[in-house]
Every structure is written in C-alpha cells, then in structure tokens.
C-alpha cells in the first residue's frame, strides 16, 4: 500500500551482510523508490516507481530497466517474482484511488492476466512451487490472509481474527505462512500451517510494533521491520519513521536487533533475501 509522496525525498537502495553485519550502498535515487525484491538467480533486484516496476542488475546498478506490465500502470509495492523466475506478480489499481487487484504477467514483461476476483488483495509471497500466491484481502469486512492458485481458482481464507493480518509469506519448504496480526493487540510475528491450521505467535513485544516477515531460501533466518509503539498504531506501516530491521534465527528467543534505519513503508514489504542466504535489500530514505 503507497502513501503520499514528499517533493523531495532520496531512496537509497542498501543491501546488509548477515556475515559481516555491514550495509552497503548499491545506489540512490532521487526520487521515491520502494520494496526491492531480489530474483532467485542472484543478478537483479526489482523495485517499483510511480506506479511501474523496474529491475536493476547488481553488476551494473547505475541502469534501471523498465519491465513492461502493459495496463497495469498503477503498481504498489506489493509485487514478486515467482521462485522459478516466470512470472512478475503484481498488486495494480485501476483507478488512481481505488483498491488493488493482484495480476500476474510474464517475469520479463508482458499482458497482465487478473489473480484475485475482488479487490483489495495485497500480495505478499508465492509458494515455492510458483503455483500459489498468498496476500492480504478484505472479503468480509476484516482484512485477512488467503491463498490463491496462480490461475485464479480456490481463493481460501486462512485467518479469521478480529483486525488486521497481513504480510503473509510462505516458507521455503512450503510448510508454513509466516504473518503478522494485531489480535493479541500489537502487531506481532506470527506462523500458521499452509491451511490455516496452528496459528501460533512468534513475538511478544510490548513496546514494537512488527510487520512483513522474510525468510531466507534456507529457511533458518526470519528478518522483520519494528516500530515504536509510541511511533505508529498497531494497524499503521507508516513512510519516513525510525525503525529497526530485526532477525529471529532460532525460534523462542529474542529477536536480534540488526540495525535502524530511516523509512518503513515502501523500506522492506517483500522478499528480499539474496539466494545464497547471506545478505537482504532494503530501502532507506532521505527527505531534503
């Protein structure tokens, strides 16, 4: 979901090492960029801007390449390549104020065929078999997880709480949808079996409110972004805040701060893992 863009605002593309526990500058934009998604070969990171998605290779990060989405000219940023690089998904609008719809298209461009039936439905994560999506969606006036297959068919709510859960995201083995909801007040991490099953709370903060979980292609690190609740409501991922990327690696413990960074919206919304397990992209911002 986008908010309102200040006139003057520097995203800098970053990626972090878990190894060495160092951030690097791979480039800066002047202008609003947002939610890099690393692809499965480890050449290209996507990225959308005003509305169009572009990828950019890490060997020559100074040239942005625009991906041809064809009407869908109002894309969020909520958009990922499936694991098997075939297909670009995408969260698209057709009016400049309505709701989005998640298409999918050719991963190097093309015409968008629609996902979902009805809008909104927010993308967040495709299975690892490239055959599902899972996002969030308002059908009956929560905003909830669903799953879907890649052709439209068997739209399945998996949540039914009270408030909002969103950020779903599989599991690279396929076993689990990792999320985060409000239901026990502040959002939280969660994880839920792929039908639903086993809703079981992750974090138990009391002072952070915690959104959009990412598991590295090994499935052994979980990296998340957290507000201060005095920053945000439970239910807000607001633009320009100060905020902390953390990592859970083993579950039951403490989350690991790993650094803070000015941004949250459009800083961290999907998957950004590089293949090889070892660093993340992210976003952070500079208003002028």
Not at 147 to 154: A, E, K, S
């Amino acid at each position: 979901m986008s908010a309102q863009n200040p006139e003057k605002v520097t995203s800098i593309l970053e990626i972090f090492d878990t190894t060495t526990k160092q951030r690097h500058v791979i480039r800066e934009f002047p202008y609003l960029i947002e939610a890099p998604d690393w692809t499965s070969d480890g050449e290209y990171l996507i990225y959308n801007s005003e509305g169009l998605i572009y990828k950019i290779a890490l060997s020559s990060p100074h040239r942005e390449e625009l991906i041809d989405t064809g009407f869908a000219s109002m894309c969020n940023n909520d958009h990922l390549i499936s694991p098997d690089m075939k297909w670009l998904a995408v969260s698209h609008r057709s009016l400049p104020h309505g709701k989005p719809t998640i298409f999918i298209l050719p991963a190097q461009g093309g015409t968008p065929l629609q996902v979902t039936p009805s809008q909104p439905s927010y993308l967040h994560g495709w299975s690892p078999d490239s055959k599902k999506l899972t996002y969030c969606a308002n059908r009956n006036g929560e905003m909830d997880v669903y799953t879907i297959n890649r052709d439209g068919t068997d739209e399945t709510r998996l949540t039914f709480s009270e408030g909002l859960n969103d950020g779903p995201e599989y599991s690279p083995d396929g076993k689990h949808i990792w999320f985060n909801s409000v239901r026990t007040d502040l959002m939280q991490i969660w994880r839920m079996r792929t039908d639903g099953s086993e809703q079981t709370q992750i974090t138990f903060d009391e002072d952070k409110n915690s959104w959009f979980p990412h598991i590295s292609p090994n499935g052994k690190n979980v990296v998340f972004i957290s507000y201060n609740k005095e920053d945000s409501l439970p239910h807000e991922h607001l633009r320009y805040k100060n905020v902390e990327i953390r990592m859970l690696s083993d579950e039951g413990k403490k989350p690991q701060s790993l650094f803070s960074l000015f941004g949250g919206q459009g800083s961290f919304n999907v998957n950004s893992w590089s293949p090889d397990n070892k660093c993340f992209a992210f976003i952070s911002y500079k208003l002028d």
